[in-house]
């Protein structure tokens, strides 16, 4: 079973917009399976907007998929997403990758827009059911406690004739959406072994729903670094871990090098999770740059030589 491995970017690390198409061209041309963009409304620092981003880029690539890491339901209107998304797939030839979440509940938009980040599940729940039926019927009347439709309909469809739907998260509720809905799972900040119970309980649920997730639908990430735990950027990357979540850092980024990479990959890998969405840390243009090409020159090819 083959490991598909994408990259992303947390925030925008870039001073503009050219240093950034630079990362994409090298990504598209690099043979990186896939481009991920967090999911950021309000911000001290500066990010991208998801679906701007993925419309962006189904014009100025060819063949790299892409997706959301991962669009939060709780604050996205789930007509308005269902269409979007099907507008990008059409337009980028079938390559998007939609996948969605709650969000953090640390994210700064739940206060900004007076959103309480809990209690947010039963409209979770119905917008994925929403966005699911918008996809795949001709019309559809919906009668919710959160959202009501009448014969809503969006056409043209996604060009995927099963088009992918990705849940983040590893709550007991989004186990419960992953079986019950997802094609595939997406986890956060897991360890190996975090991840490796959930990718279990998804199995489990999904089997009770009469369901299956494909075996290589299952899939994590971290932040690696080629270099030193010394290194600035690493220094702030693990005082946000340990400081700010109250996480250890060692065991979800990865500095060193292409051994430890591919060795963290391998441990996830055990577990069940076959595909990768990792950060390159990196502060600005040239270190940014750098990582990736360290990735692509480094770690790709043995990637695709264990394939």
């Not at 925030?11 to 481009?35: N, T």
């Not at 099963?162 to 849940?167: A, K, Q």
């Not at 990357?237 to 850092?249: F, H, S, V």
Request: with cysteine; hydrophobic share 40%.
């Amino acid at each position: 079973m083959g490991v598909g491995v994408g990259l992303s970017l947390a925030d925008f690390p870039f001073s503009g917009a050219e240093p950034f198409w630079r990362w994409v061209q090298l990504c598209e041309d690099g043979g990186i399976d896939s481009i991920w963009q967090t999911d950021r409304l309000v911000s001290a620092q500066p990010h991208l907007e998801c679906m701007t981003v993925m419309a962006a880029l189904a014009g100025a690539t060819k063949r790299v998929k892409f997706g959301m890491n991962v669009a939060c339901l709780g604050w996205r209107e789930p007509v308005l997403l269902a269409k979007q998304c099907a507008t990008i797939d059409l337009l980028s030839g079938g390559r998007l990758l939609p996948a969605f979440g709650v969000g953090s509940p640390r994210g700064p938009e739940w206060q900004a827009l007076r959103l309480p980040p809990k209690g947010h599940g039963g409209r979770i729940d119905e917008a994925l059911e929403i966005l699911r039926l918008l996809w795949t019927e001709d019309s559809v009347d919906f009668d919710g406690e959160h959202y009501q439709l009448t014969n809503a309909r969006i056409d043209p469809k996604p060009v995927q004739k099963r088009f992918p739907l990705w849940i983040g998260g590893s709550s007991k509720a989004a186990v419960r959406r992953t079986a019950r809905l997802g094609t595939g799972w997406l986890a956060g900040t897991s360890t190996p072994g975090e991840a490796a119970r959930v990718v279990a309980d998804i199995k489990v649920a999904a089997a009770a729903e009469g369901r299956s997730i494909d075996d290589d639908h299952f899939g994590a990430g971290f932040g690696f670094r080629f270099g030193s735990w010394d290194d600035p950027v690493v220094q702030k990357t693990a005082a946000y871990y340990r400081d700010l979540i109250g996480l250890d850092p060692a065991e979800r980024i990865v500095v060193g090098g292409a051994k430890e990479i591919l060795a963290r990959i391998a441990e996830f890998v055990k577990g069940g999770v076959f595909k990768f969405v990792l950060r390159p840390l990196g502060d600005g243009n040239d270190e940014v740059l750098d990582q990736t090409h360290r990735f692509i020159d480094e770690v790709q090819p043995e990637l695709y030589r264990r394939n």
